[in-house]
């Protein structure tokens, strides 16, 4: 029972300091930071990197809204890779570029994947300052320069963007998805202010010096957090910018971002074992953020089963484990009665949230045995959006 008792109050303070005392603490530290100091003085040419696969619907919409941005269009060069589209996408940007002679559409003809594309992109980028950046995501007018205003600050390296989730419905996931999102945002612009350590830009938009430009491997899934460790570790800030916006409908549909999440987590998993040599320094402020935002997270899984295996030994040896196995029971047993009244039509937004929390961790577990198997291809479908029905 001592082992038992011992795996549970490790589990379980792991998991209280994730999820509840380094957000904390985040909150507190970054409540004594001012806002970083920049200067818009001049204004930085920019290369704008956007990969794109059967994107119809949305790239209309995303060229527009760079071209109405506030940003002078003589320092904008605009590459579109179309990654073998087989619907409009190549014909609604080859008629934006007749009409703008910034815009240019790369089309491939054979599937590359999101690495390769974004590869072949930057070799023709012009310009030092990269905007990375999903064909679905649509540019707030002051996005991009929120965004470069920050490097005429040598230090800063990476700006990641803050994206805004729309199309939020109660009969699904989106509510909940768009809560943790939020959560994230904060977390990482504390980190950026605090240590100029923000853990992993969002890869729907950020902005980067093209001469920091690491090459990814040719596996990786997850490039956005690969591009941000690597500009760390050559000795550069990562922050984010609270008022660079973005506007990305959220999925709605649990089975689709449940998808998504397992592939996501092949890649954390494929990062873990990249950075691991921040593991063992966890007293530097990469290492630090790291651990605590993000290993964590991807190990959460485990440590719920350990934290759940032990209570249920201890349960009879003390009310308080006792109490604690019961609230277990009860979240698994919340989990069956979301579900019946999802049958029902009924929306029970806390229940619904106790049903994300597990989703996510168990996509975190499909994604860590699919790592094991091996990856051989990080070519992607696009997740589907603007989703309705849950």
């Given at each position: 029972?001592?082992?038992?008792?011992?795996?549970?109050?490790?589990?379980?303070?792991?998991?209280?300091?994730?999820?509840?005392?380094?957000?904390?603490?985040?909150?507190?530290?970054?409540?004594?930071?001012?806002?970083?100091?920049?200067?818009?003085?001049?204004?930085?040419?920019?290369?704008?990197?956007?990969?794109?696969?059967?994107?119809?619907?949305?790239?209309?919409?995303?060229?527009?809204?760079?071209?109405?941005?506030?940003?002078?269009?003589?320092?904008?060069?605009?590459?579109?890779?179309?990654?073998?589209?087989?619907?409009?996408?190549?014909?609604?940007?080859?008629?934006?570029?007749?009409?703008?002679?910034?815009?240019?559409?790369?089309?491939?003809?054979?599937?590359?994947?999101?690495?390769?594309?974004?590869?072949?992109?930057?070799?023709?980028?012009?310009?030092?300052?990269?905007?990375?950046?999903?064909?679905?995501?649509?540019?707030?007018?002051?996005?991009?320069?929120?965004?470069?205003?920050?490097?005429?600050?040598?230090?800063?390296?990476?700006?990641?963007?803050?994206?805004?989730?729309?199309?939020?419905?109660?009969?699904?996931?989106?509510?909940?998805?768009?809560?943790?999102?939020?959560?994230?945002?904060?977390?990482?612009?504390?980190?950026?202010?605090?240590?100029?350590?923000?853990?992993?830009?969002?890869?729907?938009?950020?902005?980067?010096?093209?001469?920091?430009?690491?090459?990814?491997?040719?596996?990786?899934?997850?490039?956005?957090?690969?591009?941000?460790?690597?500009?760390?570790?050559?000795?550069?800030?990562?922050?984010y910018e609270m008022q660079a916006k973005g506007y990305e409908d959220v999925s709605n549909n649990w089975k689709e971002e449940f998808r998504r999440k397992v592939r996501i987590s092949i890649g954390n998993y494929q990062n873990?074992?990249?950075?691991?040599?921040?593991?063992?320094?966890?007293?530097?402020?990469?290492?630090?953020?790291?651990?605590?935002?993000?290993?964590?997270?991807?190990?959460?899984?485990?440590?719920?089963?350990?934290?759940?295996?032990?209570?249920?030994?201890?349960?009879?040896?003390?009310?308080?484990?006792?109490?604690?196995?019961?609230?277990?029971?009860?979240?698994?047993?919340?989990?069956?009665?979301?579900?019946?009244?999802?049958?029902?039509?009924?929306?029970?937004?806390?229940?619904?949230?106790?049903?994300?929390?597990?989703?996510?961790?168990?996509?975190?577990?499909?994604?860590?045995?699919?790592?094991?198997?091996?990856?051989?291809?990080?070519?992607?479908?696009?997740?589907?959006?603007?989703?309705?029905?849950?």
């Amino acid at each position: 029972m001592k082992i038992a008792a011992f795996c549970f109050i490790v589990s379980t303070s792991l998991l209280v300091y994730h999820y509840l005392i380094y957000p904390i603490l985040l909150w507190i530290l970054a409540s004594f930071r001012k806002p970083i100091q920049t200067s818009e003085s001049e204004v930085p040419n920019i290369s704008i990197i956007i990969p794109a696969h059967n994107e119809e619907k949305y790239i209309g919409q995303k060229i527009e809204s760079i071209i109405q941005s506030n940003y002078p269009l003589d320092k904008i060069q605009v590459l579109i890779g179309s990654d073998n589209s087989t619907d409009n996408t190549d014909t609604i940007v080859s008629n934006f570029a007749k009409k703008y002679a910034f815009i240019q559409l790369i089309p491939f003809d054979v599937r590359q994947g999101k690495i390769k594309l974004v590869e072949k992109l930057v070799a023709l980028a012009q310009h030092e300052i990269l905007i990375h950046t999903d064909a679905n995501v649509i540019l707030d007018v002051n996005l991009l320069h929120h965004l470069t205003k920050h490097f005429s600050n040598p230090t800063i390296g990476i700006v990641g963007a803050r994206i805004i989730n729309t199309e939020i419905y109660k009969d699904g996931i989106s509510v909940q998805e768009s809560s943790y999102i939020k959560l994230e945002n904060k977390l990482k612009n504390w980190e950026g202010l605090i240590f100029g350590t923000m853990m992993g830009a969002f890869g729907g938009c950020f902005a980067m010096r093209k001469k920091l430009m690491a090459k990814i491997p040719t596996n990786f899934i997850v490039d956005d957090f690969y591009l941000t460790l690597r500009c760390m570790e050559q000795g550069f800030k990562s922050i984010y910018e609270m008022q660079a916006k973005g506007y990305e409908d959220v999925s709605n549909n649990w089975k689709e971002e449940f998808r998504r999440k397992v592939r996501i987590s092949i890649g954390n998993y494929q990062n873990l074992i990249f950075f691991k040599k921040w593991l063992l320094r966890p007293f530097s402020a990469i290492g630090f953020t790291f651990i605590s935002h993000k290993v964590l997270r991807w190990v959460a899984w485990v440590l719920i089963i350990v934290s759940f295996v032990s209570a249920q030994l201890l349960a009879f040896t003390s009310t308080f484990y006792l109490i604690i196995a019961l609230l277990f029971w009860i979240s698994l047993f919340a989990l069956l009665l979301d579900r019946i009244l999802r049958y029902l039509t009924v929306d029970a937004l806390i229940l619904r949230f106790n049903f994300h929390f597990y989703m996510m961790n168990l996509a975190l577990a499909i994604g860590y045995f699919k790592y094991l198997k091996g990856v051989n291809s990080n070519i992607w479908t696009p997740t589907k959006r603007n989703q309705k029905n849950a």
